[in-house]
């Protein structure tokens, strides 16, 4: 199984970035796949998720409503747009996925055993 992220950059505050997660190696529409976060000196924290099959979507609530996740099982990739960024969402955005992983530990980064390099997201003041 591998995961590539792409799509981070610098953008000032209140702009918008779209991240990518291609999957390859699974059977891609059985995996939930999740964003997770990690800025320095900070523990890496849950972004958002969907869900395999259905696609419902979970988030954070630090970036509800501002974030969204979406999922293209054809592709076998994953979506992250990002609006009305922060500087609070500097950090580097890694994707992961896993099959089985039902909704009461969706946020959780050791339910996850396959996971990307990860893309820098720096938001300018």
């Known amino acids: 199984v591998q995961l590539q992220a792409s799509g981070g950059g610098l953008v000032q505050t209140g702009g918008s970035l779209r991240l990518s997660c291609a999957a390859s190696?699974?059977?891609?529409?059985?995996?939930?796949v999740a964003w997770f976060r990690q800025a320095p000196g900070k523990e890496r924290e849950f972004v958002a998720a969907i869900k395999g099959n259905g696609g419902s979507t979970y988030y954070a609530d630090s970036v509800k409503g501002r974030f969204t996740m979406t999922r293209d099982n054809a592709k076998h990739t994953v979506y992250l747009q990002m609006n009305t960024l922060k500087p609070d969402d500097t950090a580097v955005y890694l994707c992961?996925?896993?099959?089985?992983?039902?909704?009461?530990?969706?946020?959780?980064?050791?339910?996850?055993?396959?996971w990307g390099q990860g893309t820098q997201v720096t938001v300018s003041s």
């Open positions: 190696g699974l059977n891609f529409r059985q995996y939930t």
């Open positions: 992961a996925a896993d099959r089985g992983i039902i909704v009461t530990t969706i946020a959780l980064s050791q339910q996850y055993d396959y």
